[in-house]
């Protein structure tokens, strides 16, 4: 007896909570459906491997809306915990390593050619394709 060929597929994570999806795709797929972290072309999501098709844009759609309920209901257990302490947002803030306060940021009349670090990013990228 041959074991049948796998197909994978690969999705990206956004919007896509990992418990979620391991616990729903057997629902989906079967249960010899698999999923598990996979990053493609730097991007993170998920590889399935599955006997048959993938998920349909209504599975995956599910899938997003149970991942946003399993969010909330983290958010609001944390808010329960530590009452006084509020939510950040993003969840993840920056950490500074190193700053240009040091004796390395003291070259300022050189700037590179076209460079303007007084302007806001934002402003640097709109004006760059004009400046050729």
């Excluded at 098709?53 to 808010?79: F, H, N, P, V, Y």
Aim: net charge positive; aromatic share 6%.
């Amino acid at each position: 007896m041959s074991s049948p060929q796998l197909n994978r597929y690969w999705i990206p994570h956004l919007d896509i909570h990992k418990r979620i999806i391991t616990q729903e795709l057997p629902f989906y797929l079967g249960p010899d459906a698999t999923v598990r972290p996979y990053t493609r072309e730097g991007e993170d999501g998920f590889l399935i491997t599955t006997p048959g098709g993938c998920l349909t844009d209504e599975q995956i759609d599910d899938i997003c809306l149970k991942s946003k309920d399993m969010w909330e209901k983290q958010a609001a257990a944390r808010a329960t915990q530590n009452p006084d302490k509020p939510l950040k947002r993003p969840l993840h803030q920056p950490v500074l390593i190193s700053s240009g306060a040091g004796e390395g940021s003291k070259r300022r009349g050189g700037d590179r050619k076209g460079h303007d670090s007084r302007r806001p990013y934002s402003d640097r990228k709109r004006g760059e394709g004009s400046r050729n």
